[in-house]
């Protein structure tokens, strides 16, 4: 016992020598210039940052409603081709477009039709000028790109179809290589293959702004994501998914719950622009998307597992979309959606359990080392000379 | 109202209704967007004022003590002012020796600032200096710390980097991209640079690197990204033994299925097959580069020092491509300039490591402080 006090003794006066050398710690400077943001400045940065998402949205506006007047002007009641191209594009760079669309089309296979999806393509080299000319912080309210896709949902279009307006900013082959690099089907290849959605996966897919549809590459074979770090963009909803705890996966797919996604002006809510950034907001505070980064391929990734018939099944039906999927499936969207979040992003290791094998262990050694530390020291006496 | 006009406006109505949304349906005319936008934009430009009138009331005052040598001008306290005047002639006079007006020019633009500050660590706040290549904006692009109390060498190290990192702001686009770092190498190379070049040029898994080694120019200058020789970056910089080493930092695209499997194994196993398909699967603007930017840098810095005085002004006044404009810098043919570097290279293999006299004497401590714990157990304290 006396021992153990000397010990502990010991290491109180080194613990106490650390601390005298150490304390009390160097206060932070008043004139730091590392301090944090000033509150007046912190309020501007939030009040320019509203404006320029403002001003930026308002340019997405425009343009969107540039493409509709021109798709409008050129349309026709027979046009029943899935490719229009405008006539400002020139004639080498309209054979090229159409060449990359054809293949792009071609990628969906053979249930797509036109009667409900077209792409659109035209040629727009106009600059919006800045408010002011003479700011020397002016530059172009757009950000810099050779090619811009959006997409047209029916109700912004005839009620019809699903355009996807591709403007080019230029007519070099520079933007036509950008163009061959850039999905031209994306949302609007699920409308050309599989029709108008049901009333019900309609809303869900309406309320979720089609960020599980955003990609039509299903002839594509995926595989999962090659980076471990990927499973932790996961939203707390989608973790729950993942590790199956019931309703988790309904949650990230905001079935029979509120969409998490910003809630945009209603006019916006039939254009789908993969440029515009979404914010997904809970609580008011910006999560990660609920299905990570690969939730846009998540409708894609259901119509190769489930197969075409089936998918087209689940889309055009009127239920919800969980009912739907269960009788186009047979299996439920929630265990599928746990599946497919493991296939893409590598499954959670099994929780911690108590073995049985180390239980057993640990009763056969436990009463050996007892039995050893409490056995009485044997001193050794000096021998008698 | 007849029943023909009835008949007529219930036509127009539906045809009204019918009619697709146009621009001009969303807010008025596609004018009053445009008119939107530009009152948006108006808002913008005035909050954007807003926030840099705020950041320049919020500018602390500028230290007391002006130190100014040629053309670098530093501000600092009082009690840092003798180190920071000792740095100042050393910095001054590098500037000097790379000479050339655009750099001064460049630097006359700013005036330092080397002061008293503090940084978060685990428990506490630790006091540092900071040195900052601006005094009007809050934050600086360039930027660095260094001990609280440091010596005039250190002084001088932190305002070298600002001064390499002032020489690179502005650099056209093509010059920064090859660079990398977002700093020019004006201050010559420390030992343990020179080694480090060393063993990234021994050690790099890559078949140019090796040609390179072997005093080939072109693939020389092919490795540091100046000129590419034709065929695919694979083909180009990585033998087949080299893809296993290339995948350890890039992967195919997910889309590819086949080639991720491939990755995966080659990983894995090191399955010479699946290492190959994965490779060639990899697009060419992902395979990895065979050199890192040190060695950019490290050539560059052979470059300036073979140009002499102005070799910067002439590397940024340049035009053309990136050889030609170093071949400019540099004053003589890029030829003669990558074997002097190579040359170089090659000389500066390091000694092989020499055990610190610091760590001989820890590991003495220990096995000291462990017997004599030994000794008290067999001597019990009870």
Known sequence: MGMIWRWSAAVALICAAVAAVLLPFPPSRPDSWTTPVSAPLASATRALTQAAEAAHRAVREYRTAQAL???????????????RIDASVPERVAVAARSVV?????????????SHAQVFVYVDTTLIPRATRDDAKSGTLESRALVDVVFALPKATDGERCVALVRMRGSSAAHIAALSRQSLVGVCG???????PGTRVGEWLSATQYRFARRSDWNVARAMAIDAA???????????????????????????TAPKTATLAPQRG???????????????????????????????????????????????????????????????????????????????????TVRFRDVAWIALIAPILLVIAVRPRERVLPAAR | MSERHLVFLIAVAIAAASTPIRAQDRDGQPDSLLRRIQRLDSVMIARSHRVDSIRRSLVRPIPPVRVQRGTIQVRTDSVLGPSVRVAVDSVAALIERRGGTMLGARVAGHVLLVIPDSVQSAFWTRPVVTLLADTARRW???????????????????????????????????????????????????PTETADEYIQMV????????????????????????????????DRWYAPEDYRSALRVAAPPREDSAAVDAWIRCRHDGDQTSCRAAAVALPNDRVPMPLPAS????FLREVLDAGGAGAYDRLLAGTGTLRSRLTVAAGEPLDATVARWLQRVERSRPERMRPPAGLILASLGWSAAFVALALIRRTSWA
């Open chain 1, 102 to 114: 054809s293949e792009q089309w071609a990628a969906l296979g053979p249930r797509a039709s036109a």
């Open chain 1, 190 to 196: 699920f409308f050309a293959a599989f029709g108008m």
């Open chain 1, 69 to 83: 007047d021109r798709w409008n002007t050129a349309r026709t009641a027979a046009d029943t081709s899935p490719i």
């Open chain 2, 203 to 234: 050690t790099a898994q890559a078949a140019v690197v090796r040609r390179c080694r072997s005093r080939d120019v072109a693939s020389c200058l092919d490795a540091l990204g100046i000129d590419s020789l034709p065929g695919t970056r694979l």
């Open chain 1, 270 to 352: 039939a254009i789908i622009d993969p440029s515009a950034p979404v914010a997904y907001l809970a609580g008011g505070r910006v999560r990660n998307a609920p299905l990570g980064s690969a939730e846009d391929e998540l409708l894609a990734d259901a119509v190769r597992s489930i197969g075409v018939d089936r998918f087209a099944r689940f889309w055009g039906s009127p239920s919800t979309p969980d009912s739907a999927y269960r009788s186009a499936s047979g299996t439920s969207l929630e265990s599928w959606t746990q599946e497919w979040l493991t296939r893409t992003y590598g499954a959670v290791g099994e929780r911690p």
């Open chain 2, 295 to 298: 060695v950019r840098q490290a």
């Open chain 2, 140 to 190: 600086t692009v360039g930027r660095a710390q260094t001990a609280a109390d440091p010596t005039p060498a250190q002084v001088a190290a932190g305002l070298a980097t600002l001064v390499e990192q002032i020489a690179m702001q502005g650099a056209d686009s093509a010059l920064s991209a090859w660079v990398m770092l977002g700093r020019a190498p004006l201050r010559d190379a420390t």
């Open chain 1, 230 to 256: 990927a499973l932790y963009g996961l939203d707390d909803a989608g973790g729950r998914c993942l590790t199956g705890v019931a309703g988790g996966c309904l949650d990230a797919l905001s079935i029979g």
